[in-house]
Every structure is written in C-alpha cells, then in structure tokens.
C-alpha cells in the first residue's frame, strides 16, 4: 500500500534559521512520482516541486532545496534563512501508475517563522 | 482570472439546506478533482473527472452530488449534510487523469455545517 508519513506535526523556527521537513514515503512500486506543496493560510496548496522516482538528483530553487534518497524512502524538503512568508503547512504526496496516479498526501507539516 | 478559483469562500449551511460549490479552472486542464480537508488528517481524494466524465468516486456519501458540465467547470452539490462534513473542500485540476503530473489547487471552500 502507498503510504507518505509526515512525522513532524508543527515546527517553530526564528527567521533566518534552516529548517528541513521530513517525508518519509512507502511504496511497493519501481515508477512513482513523489511532490511537495504549500499551504498558506489562504487556503490554497501552492505546487513546489515533482520528482520521479528515476531522478535521485537533489534540487535547488532558491532558498528551497530538496534531497531524493531512494535508500530511505525519503524526500525531504530544506528551507534555508526562513522567512516569516514561508510560515504555512508543508504536504507531501506520492503518485504512481500503478494506482492510477492517485496523489497519497501526508497529514502535513505545520512550519511557523517567527520574526 | 487565472489558476484555479472556487466560489464561495466560506459557507455555513444547516443540515436541511442544499447548497451548490463551484470550480472553475483557467488552465486547460481536461482533468479536475474534489477533495476534503479535514483537520489532521491526510486530503480525502473524493471525485475525479476526465474530460467531464466521472472516473473516480471514492466510496463518498451520496449527499455529496458531483457535475462537471465541461472541463472548465466543476460543481459540488450538497444536501442533508452531517456536521462531520465540516471541512476545507479543494478543487483541483490537472492536464489529464491518470497523470503522473502536479495537480493544481484552488484556494477551498470553508464549509461549516450546523
């Protein structure tokens, strides 16, 4: 069964800080695509970045960066020098063929910068 | 507009009442999506459709009455709802169903049921 565990429920760092959020993901299957979003409190789940299971690159966008380690099913998510903007609850999601692409979201990480 | 926007915003009805929610994608998507969002607990996928056909139901009650007209547009009717449905409902959107790619999201519809 697909699953995405989420484990840190609320996270508080001082702005400025690095802050990363885990996401641990279980999956039978060899393809599989593996997501991030951000929830701001308007409500809206922003895109942040998709990788498939082939790519174990680590990517870099900005003050975002994400590290893929197929060895332990994880795919986590590192927000460097914290802002309070980046306050906002963190989801990760698991996507594969084989179930038809259903997105699996964890329960969310709740990120708060404070100034 | 652009995105994905979804009317209204916020939506207190009682359990008698029928109420209609509203999407509308600005993409070109040909696949939209219902979910629920319910405090703690993972986004509940509840509708798929696909070039304004239904694929996907996953075991929702029957007061909850999809209709997508066309792929730009997607209603969630609401009769004789349960306080439990109280939630966040968020519309989605994507290039097509099944894909592998990013959905995207409109803002919800805070729904609060008495």
């Known amino acids: 069964a697909q699953k995405v565990t989420q484990a840190q429920t609320e996270i508080s760092v001082v702005e400025k800080e690095d802050v990363t959020l885990d996401c641990v993901y279980e999956?039978?299957?060899?393809?599989?695509?593996l997501f991030w979003y951000k929830q701001p409190p308007s409500g809206e789940l922003v895109f942040l970045i998709r990788r498939n299971s082939f790519d174990e690159q680590n990517e870099i966008s900005g003050r975002y960066s994400w590290n893929f380690q197929k060895s332990t099913s994880s795919f986590n998510f590192t927000i460097t020098a914290s802002q309070v903007v980046d306050s906002a609850v963190y989801f990760c999601a698991l996507s594969d063929p084989n179930t038809g692409n259903q997105f699996y979201f964890g329960t969310g990480t709740s990120l708060t910068v404070i100034p | 507009e652009t995105g994905v926007t979804q009317t209204p915003r916020h939506l207190v009805m009682g359990m008698t009442n029928k109420k209609s929610l509203k999407c509308e994608q600005h993409l070109g998507h040909n696949a939209m999506y219902w979910y629920k969002q319910s405090a703690k607990k993972p986004l509940e996928l509840m509708f798929v459709y696909n070039f304004k056909e239904q694929t996907e139901n996953n075991s929702v009650p029957s007061r909850f009455s999809p209709e997508c007209p066309n792929s730009s547009h997607l209603f969630l009717h609401l009769h004789t709802l349960q306080p439990e449905d109280s939630a966040l409902y968020l519309c989605a959107s994507s290039q097509d169903w099944p894909s592998s790619y990013e959905q995207y999201f409109g803002p919800g519809t805070r729904l609060t049921v008495t």
């Open positions: 999956t039978r299957d060899t393809t599989y695509y």
